[in-house]
């Protein structure tokens, strides 16, 4: 506390001094004048009190250059004085690029302006400083009120060729001990001077008091709508926390519906497994039976080759053999008639799959029809089976004639040796039809495999159909369910959009407001009493100074306009009596008068 109060007195007697000085100097100040030099000391070893020590590959550093590069990234118009400072070659340390760029703002007349900013954002330097350093306390905002002053000071300071890096910081006491010369010896005109900017600089304190009471106003409104719009976003936030828990009640609900659907799904699974053994038992049964007719056909085939070692030894025989024959060919045109009747059935079961394919699409009506259609083949089955009966039977009497045939085979021998070669023929056609038989059997065999198939696929299409449509209604209800609590989120969700968009509104209002606010604080805090040597064309018209048309100053900025550009009169707050304004202020202060009227 002690060090931040000395230094405190030191750059009030500083900045006191300088000031005093160069107005008696009356001329540019340069490098080498004495009270500037140490007002530089004074100014670096405030803002090197309370840094931060930052550790590198080198070693420990502690500059104080470092916040002020941050200016550049806050302030876009202090880009040109850090690239000037970089791009010198003489400078090779931190310190030396922290003193040309203090030179070249107070050269420019904006330190002030750029260690404000710094202040503004504190969050920033806090990475530099220490929380108990000057720039973090209320000591750091009077350092910047005080430099404010040295705006009217006119410096022209020279950065080449100068030592900035090994130059040493010690602070002159005996400029502060000096007694100051007797204000007897001046110029009138610089006592009028002098006088002209005292009354400036009081008129812009009592500006910036009746500014700084209405921001406080301002800001405490800002304050209040603040708290307002913290407790709306708290009362927001909860309801988003109500609305995330409703939504997770549905996902849960959700879920579990799809539990429920997963499990029937299995249970439906589980039946269509049994209802596939069910039939694989009945597909084995049927195997069983064509197994039966294949093993009856292989002995029919067995008969018929004693059959033909019979008739060799028939070859005397020809009555009883030409009985035989005749017998023989009755059998051929049974079995000529089995064949047509069926190729006939084989036609049916072709028209019953055609029936079959164009009933498919309705599911229900199918399944009657071609359980119908199984029943119906299932009786043709049995057809056959008898007729394989009828067949055994036959071929029982065939060998009972045969018997007859052997007694009286002795005797026609001789006369059927020509005609077994008539028969051998008939025998190869008959085998031959045989075959095709066998083949015609087989094509059935895979026929009626093929529609086991199509049926089992359709039962399985129509029972997946039944579930899908169970499906399908519960997800409708849910839907419908979902779509009404989507309705009420959305009319949430509306309702809370409308209050942020009020929200916005008023934030925006009040930005505004502040914007405003900083632009007249700028305006005010920017202007200097100009001498009337230094203008020589009017400031707005830009028209040259004459005999005719004569200098005036405006009461409120300082600036030197011509009649026509400074016409208007307004009170101000240090004069009586109103006085002569040029024509922005005027607008200014009549924008700033309907505003807090309003």
């Not at 070249?104 to 530099?128: C, G, N, R």
């Not at 049927?286 to 093993?295: G, P, T």
Request: with cysteine; hydrophobic share 35%.
């Amino acid at each position: 506390m002690e060090e931040r109060a000395n230094l405190m007195n030191m750059m009030k007697l500083s900045i006191k001094i300088l000031i005093q000085s160069a107005l008696s100097l009356g001329r540019t100040l340069d490098s080498d004048f004495p009270p500037l030099q140490q007002f530089f000391v004074v100014l670096e070893h405030c803002l090197k009190h309370g840094l931060k020590v930052k550790k590198t590959f080198i070693g420990q550093n502690k500059s104080f250059f470092g916040p002020l590069e941050l200016v550049e990234k806050l302030c876009p118009e202090a880009s040109d004085i850090a690239t000037s400072v970089k791009n010198l070659p003489e400078l090779k340390t931190a310190v030396g690029r922290g003193r040309a760029w203090l030179y070249v703002a107070l050269m420019q007349k904006k330190l002030a302006d750029y260690l404000k900013v710094l202040l503004d954002h504190k969050h920033l330097l806090s990475e530099f400083y220490e929380p108990d350093a000057l720039m973090m306390e209320e000591e750091g905002a009077v350092i910047v009120g005080l430099l404010v002053g040295l705006n009217v000071i006119d410096a022209n300071l020279c950065l080449k060729g100068e030592d900035l890096d090994s130059q040493v910081g010690v602070i002159d006491f005996s400029l502060y001990l000096k007694e100051t010369p007797d204000s007897d010896g001046k110029q009138d005109g610089g006592i009028t001077a002098v006088l002209d900017q005292k009354h400036y600089v009081e008129e812009l304190n009592r500006h910036l008091s009746c500014t700084v009471a209405d921001l406080q106003n301002k800001i405490d409104c800002l304050e209040k709508t603040n708290s307002k719009l913290q407790e709306e976003l708290a009362a927001a936030t909860d309801r988003i926390g109500s609305l995330q828990e409703e939504q997770q009640q549905l996902k849960q609900q959700n879920e579990l519906i799809r539990e429920r659907s997963e499990k029937s799904v299995e249970v439906t699974k589980e039946d269509t497994k049994v209802e596939l053994d069910t039939y694989k038992q009945s597909r084995q049964g049927l195997d069983e039976m064509y197994s039966d007719v294949w093993k009856q056909l292989k002995e029919e085939k067995k008969i018929r080759l004693e059959l033909e070692k019979e008739l060799e030894l028939q070859i005397g025989m020809k009555t009883e053999m030409e009985i035989a024959m005749k017998l023989l060919e009755k059998d051929t045109h049974e079995k000529q008639d089995t064949l047509v009747a069926l190729r006939q059935q084989l036609e049916e079961v072709k028209a019953i799959n055609l029936q079959m394919f164009h009933k498919s699409q309705n599911a229900e009506s199918s399944l009657q029809q071609k359980t119908e259609a199984i029943s119906s083949f299932e009786g043709k089955t049995n057809e056959m089976m008898a007729s394989m009966k009828q067949m055994e039977e036959r071929l029982q009497h065939a060998e009972k004639a045969r018997q007859a045939a052997e007694e009286r085979c002795n005797k026609i021998r001789q006369e059927l040796a020509g005609r077994l070669d008539t028969c051998r023929q008939q025998m190869s056609q008959l085998d031959s039809k045989c075959s095709t038989l066998e083949k015609e059997l087989k094509s059935e065999k895979e026929q009626r495999q093929t529609l086991q198939r199509e049926l089992h696929q359709e039962k399985d299409a129509t029972a997946l159909l039944k579930t899908e449509l169970q499906q399908m209604e519960g997800l409708k209800k849910e839907l419908r369910k979902l779509q009404d609590e989507k309705q009420q989120l959305e009319k949430v969700c509306e309702e809370q959009e409308q209050a942020l968009q009020e929200m916005g509104l008023h934030l925006s209002q009040s930005k505004l407001k502040m914007e405003d606010i900083k632009e007249v604080n700028k305006a005010l805090k920017g202007h200097t009493w100009l001498k009337d040597d230094e203008a020589t064309h009017c400031k707005q018209c830009e028209k040259e100074f004459s005999i005719s048309r004569r200098k005036h100053h405006c009461r409120n900025c300082g600036d030197i306009f011509c009649n026509t550009c400074s016409s208007n009169e307004l009170a101000l707050p240090s004069y009586p009596k109103p006085v002569r304004v040029c024509d922005t202020c005027h607008t200014l202060l009549l924008q700033r008068c309907s505003s807090n009227s309003s």
